[in-house]
């Protein structure tokens, strides 16, 4: 089907099909119904390629640069969620851990015609982020600091830390670790090292020495920190990990070491992912409210697209979920 076959259909000109296709301004509520009308009689689909032509494809890319991470589901939903009422469709792009690889997706993206992009966590450095930005409007998901080239929507990680910290210590820890992601990007302002020096102040301010481990946000990579800590002479009674699937490495090596939780040692993560809340791990979390930072990502993209030029950064505050893998230090 063509457009001029829809516009046969509903007796009007294949200008005026091609007002309504594309959503420009002016078009009566009259032709709307006659056009959608014929256009879903006809099963009429505009081709992409030629709407990018006339300046939009309604497509929108999400670059993802972690697929197996389980919180970034929720950040797809608050972007589907949001655009649900409009033309626009999601694309969905590997990116990968590696600034280059996640380079290459971006540069796909923005060679098949994308409207803008969402990019969730990634590690290209400042002035590559700035360069995509100039091809394409861009709002970046989960990088603190932000630029007048793009949007940034951020969680409060130094407050979500601070969270975890304030309640092992009202619950009378002394020893608390933390393991975070070992990074080997250049990038500034990624999560996991804003949140671990949430972590360091929170410890400061209630006077006690911090004690920080790299490894992965991965389950094994829970696990091995946990291992390590918890091979210690003084080992933590309380272990915060800056991301729920790396605390679920954490419990697995704290039940392969024999100890109860949370009698001999307390665990927290970071995400509340959907795994967190059930009965057998019931895993103290904090919840950034993945729903709403998409959700805010698509509604700032649409934004840029439609004209607006001025940065936004928009953070989320998060709440502590507190569950059954937390509680005081046995005596």
């Known amino acids: 089907m ?62 993802l640069s972690d697929t197996r991470n389980p919180f970034f589901p929720d950040i797809i939903e608050g972007v589907t969620g949001r655009l649900g009422d409009t033309e626009y469709q999601v694309l969905l792009g590997p990116g990968g851990i590696e600034p280059k690889t996640q380079a290459r997706m971006t540069d796909a993206m923005i060679d098949r015609s994308m409207d803008g992009l969402i990019l969730i966590s990634p590690v290209m450095t400042d002035a590559e982020l700035a360069a ?4 394409v409007p861009v709002v970046v998901v989960g990088r603190h600091g932000g630029a007048a080239a793009y949007d940034a929507v951020v969680d409060d990680d130094v407050m979500g830390a601070g969270l975890v910290v304030d309640h092992l210590v009202g619950l009378g820890h002394t020893r608390i670790a933390h393991i975070t992601h070992l990074e080997r990007a250049r990038a500034q302002g990624l999560p996991h090292t804003v949140r671990a020096e949430g972590y360091r102040q929170a410890m400061r301010a209630h006077g006690l020495a911090d004690d920080v481990l790299a490894t992965s946000f991965t389950e094994e990579g829970g696990f091995e920190g946990a291992r390590e800590l918890l ?89 502590l979920i507190v569950r059954g893998t937390t509680g005081p230090p046995r005596l």
């Open 231 to 319: 091979a210690r002479d003084d080992r933590p009674t309380a272990i915060f990990a800056g991301a729920d699937i790396a605390a679920l490495g954490v419990l697995r090596a704290a039940d392969e070491a024999g100890l109860s939780v949370p009698e001999d040692l307390s665990v927290a993560g970071y995400d509340n992912i959907g795994i967190a809340s059930l009965k057998r791990i019931s895993l103290t979390s904090v919840d950034q409210d993945g729903h709403v930072i998409g959700a805010t990502a698509a509604r700032l993209l649409v934004e840029r697209i439609e004209g607006r030029s001025r940065s936004v950064t928009s953070s989320v505050s998060p709440t």
């Open 132 to 135: 995509v930005a100039t091809a």
């Open 2 to 63: 063509t457009i001029a076959d829809v516009a046969r259909r509903a007796g009007v000109s294949t200008a005026a099909v091609s007002k309504v296709v594309r959503g420009a301004y002016g078009v009566s509520a009259e032709m709307q119904t006659k056009v959608t009308q014929a256009i879903d009689e006809l099963g009429y689909r505009p081709h992409a390629a030629a709407r990018a032509l006339r300046g939009r494809t309604y497509t929108l890319g999400v670059m």
